[in-house]
């Protein structure tokens, strides 16, 4: 049995003398003429000038190496090529402004580099780069100067809740140089949520408009949101039966507690801003801690029967049908369920036919967060908050804030169908020292459709809110108001 042979040329191992002594190890192949290297004749090569020898390549990382060094030069050389770039700015003549020359750029330093080769630098005056159509000068910026600028910092948690052990989700947006002058502590603004709904309807009121620059988030307030429990971010209930109205103003107070603990803001000057359901939950909260209230803003909602309206006003059906709910929870549960999915399933159409019959007049892009949302709401605790809301009134706290002085703001829509006519003007007689705007065109998504005007009346509420608070002030010859402390 013969082995076959490798093909080709056998490379072997080079054999040592001690290794089979008198065999002769294999010759190379001689390599082809044609395959040879000829010598080059570049003066730098080796065989044409062997005096001198070739340097070794230098690699990417030296050179970046070197770069870096350059670049991480001596502080003083820094500072005196900056000295000497400012005094020939101030020793060069004005300039005008001309146009922009073929092969420079927009930026700034390719105008002023314009500029100065242009322009005549001896008649005309020196401008800086464009703004808006227009010239602007730009002095240089003076050496060792840090402008302080209003910043914010987002921080969330979640804290358990007192009546059903559910995580509640809230997250807090606060000015991280903030000019406070006691505890050195923003003051809270907290925004409650309506019924079915997340934050987002939030979204473009927190930064204003286009118009309207500053709104929700302000340089000397922190804002805090939080979901109620089955919304948001916010865990289902373990018990949905145990949700109601008290329920949720507890677990506001159970979320500021854990904001208090933190040390994260002043919980003792507190502004609400509270939207459809929102409204009930705020005024509950304040039935046991007006203390803290520093102002409220109710938009879009009601103080009581919150069902009354979506009925024409009339009392007993909503009654009835909160009853109805209470007696049939689990059935109605399944059936909220399978009414928000069809809902989320078919949203084009379900907005479609509600602009139709006048119940939306927003956008369905803008409302499509909305119907996203629908998939997360827990059906045993939106039943159970809408029977609550129906049972609950909070008509006698915004009389009690409105004899206490407290800045409020009521906001309506003309087109609100769960906020009808009838209930605003309950609560105009309750609050008749409050600030009243009405949004005639605005539905109860007001705050997506007509978030300008919506903005504006929030902006004239904090500054009525830091007017009053100052007015107070001096009246009491208190200075600032007194610390108060929280217990738990």
Known sequence: ??????????????????????????????????????????????????????????????????????????????????????????????????????????????????ARGDADRNNTPRTGPRIDGQLKSTPPKPKNTTTETNRHEEIGGRVRSRSDGAWIAWSLLRPIQANIQTTGKAPVTVLCNGLSNDQFQWDGLLFGTERDARCLVRDNRALLRWDLLGHGNSGDPHDFRAVSIQSLADDLETVLLDVHRRGLADTTKITLVAYSLGCQVALEWCRTHAQYVKGAALVLGTVRHCMSS?????????????????????????????????????????????????????????????????????????????????????????????????????????KD?????????????????????????????????????????????????????????????????????RYW
């Open 1 to 114: 049995q013969g082995r076959v042979p490798a093909m080709g040329r056998t490379i072997r191992k080079p054999k040592t003398p001690d290794d089979h002594a008198g065999v002769s190890s294999p010759t190379p192949w001689p390599i082809p003429k044609e395959m040879r290297r000829a010598p080059s004749t570049h003066p730098a090569s080796p065989q044409e000038s062997p005096v001198k020898p070739r340097l070794p390549r230098r690699s990417g990382r030296n050179r970046a190496g070197s770069k870096q060094k350059q670049l991480l030069g001596d502080g003083e050389d820094d500072d005196d090529a900056e000295a000497a770039v400012v005094g020939a700015d101030e020793a060069l003549s004005p300039l005008s402004p001309v146009t922009k020359p073929s092969g420079v750029g927009f930026g700034a330093a390719g105008r002023d580099n314009a």
């Open 310 to 414: 979506v009925f024409c006003g009339f009392n007993v059906f909503a009654n009835v049908a909160a009853r109805a709910m209470d007696a049939f929870p689990t059935v109605f549960a399944v059936a909220w369920r399978l009414l928000f999915t069809l809902t989320y399933w078919f949203s084009w159409y379900a907005h479609t036919l509600a602009r139709v019959l006048g119940v939306l007049r927003v956008s369905y892009p803008e409302f499509k967060p909305f119907y996203a949302h629908l998939t997360r709401v827990h059906p045993g605790a939106y039943l159970k908050m809408l029977t609550s809301g129906q049972k609950h009134s909070a008509l006698d706290v915004l009389a009690l804030l409105d004899r206490r002085e407290i800045p409020l703001l009521l906001v309506t829509g003309g």
């Open 417 to 485: 169908v769960t906020a009808r006519k009838y209930a605003m003007e309950e609560m105009r007689r309750a609050a008749p020292r409050a600030q009243y705007v009405h949004v005639p065109n605005a539905c109860h998504a007001g705050m997506v459709g007509e978030r300008f005007l919506i903005s504006q009346a929030l902006e004239d509420f904090f500054r009525a809110e830091e007017e009053t608070t100052s007015f107070n002030a001096k009246r009491l010859s208190l200075g600032l108001s007194p610390p108060r402390e």
